[in-house]
C-alpha cells in the first residue's frame, strides 16, 4: 500500500498472518513501516528482520491494495462491538475500492444492506458470534435447515439450495390461489329456499347458492414440474430439491370445511400423499444407490425424519416408517 506524502510515494509491506488471534487488533493484515532506502541494490539484497513477527524481509517493492474485509481496511478505521445492527459504529461505513462485505461476500459498494437499519453489514466482523452466525445464514441460504457446515457445501448443494429457494418462492404464490378458493354456482338455479322465484331471481339467499371450491390442481402441477425438474440434476442438488418440496407440502392445510370430491390432484387430500410416495420412492432409491458422504447422508435422513407428516397422509405413514427402516440399517451396515 502506497500513500502519498508530500508528493513522493512510500513504499510499504503488507504481510498478512494466518493466524489471527495472533494479532492484538484481532486484525488479518500488519503493515510494515515505509523503509528509508532501497532493499535490493546492485543485484544485493539487505536483509530486514523483524524479530516480532519472526520474517527476513529481502525485497520489496510499493504495496498494492489487495480485496479485504471491512475490518481489515488499512485505510479506514474499524469499531467493533459484539452486535450493533441499528446504525453504523464510529466510522464503519466508510470503505475504499477493495473493501468486501463480510456477510455478503462481495463489495461493500454492491452490498444493499451496508447502512440499513437493522442489518447495518457495516458492523460485521469475524470476531462477533453473532455476525459470524449471520455470514453462515447467508452463505449457506436455505441449506441451513438440513444443519450443514459451510465446509460441507459445495457447487452441488448450492445449485439445488438455489432451484428450491426459486421454488419455495413459486410455490407459495400458488398455495396463496389455492387457499382463496374459487366462487362456484350450483348446477342448479332454482331457488329450494323459495320456490314460487325463477331461476335468479333469489336475491335474498343468492350468496347462499354460491359454493367454495378449492382446487390444488395448479398446485400439484408446480410440484411435479420441480420434481421432474430433480430427476434431471445431479444426486446432491436432487436430494436438496426433494427434501425441502416434501418439507413444503406436508405443510399444506386444507381450508374446505367438508370433502370435496374434485380428482386426485384437485384435492388436496389425495395429491399431497401422491406427491410424497413420489418424493419418498425418489428419495429412497437415491440414498441407496448414489455414493453419498457419510455425514451428509446422515443429515439427510435426519433431515427427512423431521418432517411431520399431516392426517391426510396416515394412508402413506406405513410405507413412510418402512422406507427410513431400511435406511437406518443401510446405515448401520456401512
Known amino acids: 500500500m502506497g500513500p502519498e506524502q508530500g508528493g513522493a510515494q512510500e513504499e510499504s509491506v503488507i504481510l498478512i498472518s494466518d493466524d489471527e488471534a495472533e494479532s492484538p487488533l484481532g486484525n488479518s ?157 350450483p348446477n342448479s338455479h332454482e331457488c329450494f329456499c323459495h320456490p314460487k322465484r325463477g331461476p335468479g331471481q333469489c336475491n335474498i339467499c343468492r350468496q347462499r347458492h354460491v359454493e367454495l371450491i378449492y382446487r390444488y390442481s395448479g398446485v400439484f402441477a408446480l410440484v411435479t414440474t420441480f420434481l421432474n425438474q430433480a430427476e434431471k440434476e445431479n444426486p446432491k442438488a436432487a436430494a436438496v430439491m426433494l427434501l425441502g418440496a416434501a418439507k413444503e407440502i406436508a405443510l399444506h392445510k386444507d381450508p374446505a370445511q367438508n370433502l370435496q370430491n374434485l380428482g386426485v390432484s384437485a384435492s388436496l387430500r389425495t395429491a399431497v400423499p401422491c406427491l410424497m410416495e413420489r418424493i419418498t420412492t425418489q428419495l429412497q432409491r437415491m440414498l441407496v444407490l448414489c455414493d453419498f458422504p457419510k455425514v451428509l447422508y446422515e443429515k439427510f435422513i435426519s433431515f427427512f425424519q423431521t418432517i411431520s407428516l399431516p392426517c391426510h397422509c396416515y394412508a402413506f405413514s406405513n410405507r413412510y416408517v418402512l422406507c427410513f427402516y431400511w435406511l437406518n440399517v443401510i446405515t448401520r451396515w456401512t
Not at 133 to 138: M, N, V
Request: hydrophobic content about 35%.
Open 29 to 185: 493484515v500488519l503493515l510494515v513501516e515505509p523503509l528509508q532506502k532501497p532493499i535490493l541494490e546492485d543485484k544485493k539484497a539487505e536483509e530486514i528482520v523483524d524479530e516480532e513477527c519472526e520474517l527476513v524481509v529481502t525485497f520489496c517493492k510499493q504495496g498494492k491494495v489487495m480485496p479485504h474485509a471491512r475490518y481489515d481496511c488499512m485505510t479506514h478505521p474499524f469499531e467493533r462491538t459484539e452486535c450493533e445492527t441499528r446504525s453504523p459504529l464510529e466510522n464503519n461505513a466508510n470503505i475504499c475500492h477493495q473493501c468486501y462485505c463480510y456477510i455478503c461476500d462481495k463489495l461493500a459498494s454492491e452490498c444493499q444492506n451496508w447502512t440499513a437499519p437493522s442489518h447495518c453489514h457495516c458492523n460485521a466482523h469475524n470476531k462477533s458470534t453473532f455476525w459470524k452466525d449471520q455470514r453462515g445464514l447467508a452463505l449457506a441460504g436455505v441449506l441451513v435447515m438440513f444443519n450443514l457446515e459451510l465446509t460441507d457445501i459445495d457447487s452441488d448443494l448450492r445449485q439445488g439450495g438455489n432451484l428450491l429457494i426459486e421454488f419455495v418462492h413459486e410455490l407459495s404464490v400458488e398455495y396463496n390461489k389455492y387457499l382463496v378458493g374459487e366462487r362456484v354456482s
